[in-house]
């Protein structure tokens, strides 16, 4: 475990006594604690993950979604799934319901939290929604928000519950649904009824607002919605830098401005590409459309000095309780920008490993420790869920913070 003097807030102590079937100290033995999954959520989108549960696919497209997967699972904990409304629902009453439901539950079995993207967005909404009156687009998306946080509930308890509103009543690309009544309920009252619908649907559920907007724009709208008592558990922030990192001074500019909320910070969807850089006269990222991007050794390794600094920039702070890179491997990423931890053919790139040590090594914690005579043993940790290991014998525990009382594990 390095970096410990930065990290004080992704560490906690605990005390355990160690007992035997009848209750006796297990004294004066070694003892192994080893870290099993951060409580840290590192993540990317895992859509792959919809045709690999429900084996859709050929045998050999499966083999490599599935070897894809095996490298995500190897190294990160929590999972985006796609609930884009006009792909989940293209005809009405007829959603893709079970195919996610299996996708969640293939994460779940494997200890990946599971996020669900997006409940409302202007952007890939429900073509049949135009038409239909404003009222009845409303009654739609309630209903719509009411069937998805009811049907995976315990499988998708967090969601990006709506996203992009600072652009929404004024985008104007193409008529939809959701900007015609953005624009008639505002920013703040459709931000409101959408938490409002879906925090009765799923009282326990983590609910994001979740914007690519960094400016003092997005500032005020989150001010705004808590101030009408909106209930952001989350400020989802994305990062998709097709036109250059960030940097340190823009990254802690960015926290800066968004901690004063108070409120955990989720770091929704990144992106830094390892190939050439999107030209900076591009306004809309979506403008730029060009046949191949390919990905370069050169950018490679500067894909993986700028992601390891961000990760640990983004690790450091206290907020930060979540990293997602949007993509996992370039085979069809967003814009085709070569900007996965894996290439095409899923070999991992300098960023896999960079990411992989950052977590697995660095963040971690694997140490071995003797019980006193009381089978008493204490250890310092990065929070987490553990594995206790005594001569072939195991139990597991967690460690977070605020805990002071001795635990009792049987081994």
Not at 89 to 112: C, F, H, I, M, S
Not at 229 to 248: E, F, N
Request: charge should be negative; hydrophobic fraction near 40%; proline fraction near 5%.
């Amino acid at each position: 475990m390095g970096q410990t003097q930065d990290l004080a807030h992704r560490i906690a102590s605990k005390t355990i006594k160690l007992v035997d079937a009848a209750g006796n100290p297990v004294a004066g033995k070694e003892v192994e604690l080893n870290l099993t999954n951060h409580k840290f959520l590192f993540g990317c989108g895992a859509f792959d993950a919809v045709p690999v549960a429900s084996k859709l696919g050929t045998p050999e497209q499966l083999a490599f979604l599935e070897q894809k997967l095996d490298l995500f699972l190897d190294v990160f904990n929590s999972a985006t799934l796609p609930f884009y409304w006009d792909r989940f629902e293209p005809e009405r009453g007829k959603p893709l319901t079970k195919e996610l439901q299996a996708a969640a539950r293939w994460l779940k079995d494997k200890n990946v939290a599971v996020k669900g993207h997006p409940l409302v967005w202007h952007t890939l909404a429900a073509p049949w929604l135009l038409d239909m009156s404003n009222e009845e687009i409303l009654k739609a998306q309630f209903d719509r928000i009411e069937r998805d946080v009811t049907d995976f509930k315990g499988l998708v308890d967090t969601w990006d519950v709506i996203n992009e509103v600072v652009i929404m009543p004024i985008f104007d690309k193409y008529d939809n649904g959701i900007t015609r009544i953005s624009k008639e309920l505002g920013r703040v009252g459709i931000i409101k009824e959408m938490f409002a619908k879906t925090k009765e649907c799923n009282p326990n559920a983590t609910l994001l607002l979740n914007d690519f907007n960094t400016s003092i724009n997005y500032e005020i709208l989150i001010d705004g919605c808590l101030q009408a008592g909106v209930p952001i558990d989350v400020i989802g922030i994305q990062s998709h830098q097709h036109q250059g990192y960030w940097g340190r001074e823009k990254l802690e500019e960015v926290l800066d401005r968004f901690s004063h909320f108070g409120l955990p910070l989720h770091f929704t969807e990144n992106t830094i590409t390892s190939g050439h850089l999107m030209p900076a006269e591009i306004e809309d990222l979506n403008d730029y459309q060009i046949p191949d991007w390919p990905s370069t050794p050169e950018h490679e390794e500067r894909q993986a000095r700028e992601m390891e600094e961000m990760y640990t920039i983004l690790f450091n702070h206290p907020l930060v309780e979540s990293i997602t890179n949007w993509e996992i491997n370039d085979e069809g990423p967003w814009l085709g920008a070569p900007a996965g931890f894996l290439r095409k053919d899923n070999s991992p790139k300098p960023s896999y490993h960079a990411i992989k040590k950052l977590i697995k090594e660095d963040w971690s914690t694997n140490v071995t420790v003797k019980t006193d005579d009381n089978g008493v043993l204490s250890f310092e940790g990065i929070l987490g869920e553990y594995e206790l290991v005594s001569e072939g014998k195991k139990a597991s525990f967690t460690l977070d913070k605020g805990e002071t009382e001795t635990v009792q594990l049987v081994l």
